[in-house]
């Protein structure tokens, strides 16, 4: 078992290896792409929005992807709302495209409309977050990343930092007291990523250590991040030693509440969240943040390449996870000029 998801990470790295790989164009290039029938393939995509750094990256990839593999995309945004994307699956399928993909903004609720795409023939791949759903059938693939690791990632590096760093709790007792931004509430992420983390915690020989003082959702967003912080720290301030967003832009803003109630974030307080986007390296530069876990969103290549084995009748595998890594602030500087988002 470990040796087959060896081997399929492996197969997932170089793909995505391959389509992040500047020059190097991912697919056979100009003109269309075809299916089965020789036609030229329209993929139907229903994205949930522009709530990050890393969504817009995500969507960049996907639309670029699909350029490089000739494939028609019709995409469509959400606007952070389930029902808008349940539309969108609706009319792709009045429409008859030939595959659909869609990033689920929550784990329940799919089963009606993907039943619906069944019934019509059309298949689907479910692409970044997860689905809850009675039958696996009603998907062909989910492409995505894994967040219960993601989730262990931040606790284990947490534990490591604390230990080397020698910190003292700051309000002199004998426990770290941590603040959590959570995701998107109901979304597989912030699911998972909190699971991942209160699990590796639980585990974890000192767990007696670490306190989680308050989690609140900030909706995967900059502006949310920073209210939800204010209030952390009106209601904790001299209490909290670190933060844990369960995305970089939570903690991007979340730094520059910090700044206004005057303490020094990455200092005072240690800042860990999970995206690896160019902002958060930046904001380890400048001594604000600790640790980014990454989570790729360069999904676009590898889901191309999975939409076309489908239609052309080949077997794929039902769940693949893409590659990612953890970059804590003294290795930021070097490796910013080789992220690619
Ligand atoms: O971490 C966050 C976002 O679903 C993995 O969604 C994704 C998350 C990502 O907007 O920034």
């Known amino acids: 078992m470990k040796k087959i998801i060896a081997l399929l990470l492996a197969a997932a790295m170089m793909i995505v290896a391959a389509g992040c790989g500047g020059g190097q164009s991912a697919s056979s290039g100009s003109g269309s792409s075809s299916g089965s029938g020789g036609k030229q393939i329209t993929m139907g995509f229903s994205q949930i929005g522009a709530e990050s ?15 490089d593999a000739g494939i028609n995309l019709q995409f469509s ?13 609706r009319s792709f399928i009045a429409q008859g495209v030939d595959i659909i993909a869609f990033v689920p903004i929550v784990e329940t609720g799919w089963d009606t409309v993907l039943k619906e795409a069944k019934d019509a023939k059309i298949p689907v791949i479910v692409v970044d977050r997860d689905v809850k759903l009675s039958d696996d059938s009603l998907y062909v693939a989910k492409i995505g990343t894994d967040s219960v690791k993601e989730g262990n990632n931040v606790f284990k590096w947490i534990d490591e930092y604390m230990a080397k760093e ?59 991040g920073q209210e939800v912080m204010e209030s ?17 832009d939570m903690a991007l803003g979340a730094i520059q509440a910090i700044e206004k109630a005057g303490l020094k974030p990455g200092k005072d307080i240690t800042i ?3 995206d690896g986007v160019k902002g958060m390296f930046q904001a380890m530069i400048d001594g604000k943040a600790n640790c980014t876990v990454e989570c790729n969103p360069l999904q676009g290549p590898l889901l191309m390449e999975t939409a076309k084995k489908i239609l052309a ?29």
């Not at 945004?77 to 699956?89: F, G, L, T, V, Y």
């Not at 301030?237 to 369960?246: C, T, W």
């Open 77 to 89: 945004d959400a606007q952070q709302k389930q029902e808008n994307q349940i539309k969108a699956i």
């Open 313 to 341: 009748g080949e077997k794929v595998e039902k769940l693949v996870y893409v590659d990612e890594g953890v970059f804590p602030a003294d290795v930021a500087a070097k490796t910013l000029p080789e992220r690619k988002y």
């Open 232 to 248: 952390f720290l009106k209601s904790y301030g001299p209490k909290i030693d670190i933060l844990f967003a369960h995305n970089d």
């Open 166 to 224: 020698k910190k003292t709790p700051r309000d002199g007792g004998s426990q770290y007291n941590v603040v959590i931004l959570e995701g998107t509430v109901g979304s597989s992420v912030a699911i998972r990523r909190q699971e991942g983390f209160k699990d590796a915690m639980a585990k974890a020989a000192d767990a007696g250590k670490y306190n989680i003082l308050a989690s609140q959702t900030g909706e995967f967003t900059r502006q949310k």
């Open 53 to 67: 750094e890393w969504r817009t990256a995500n969507t960049e990839s996907i639309k670029q992807a699909a350029k």
């Open 272 to 274: 860990i969240s999970i």
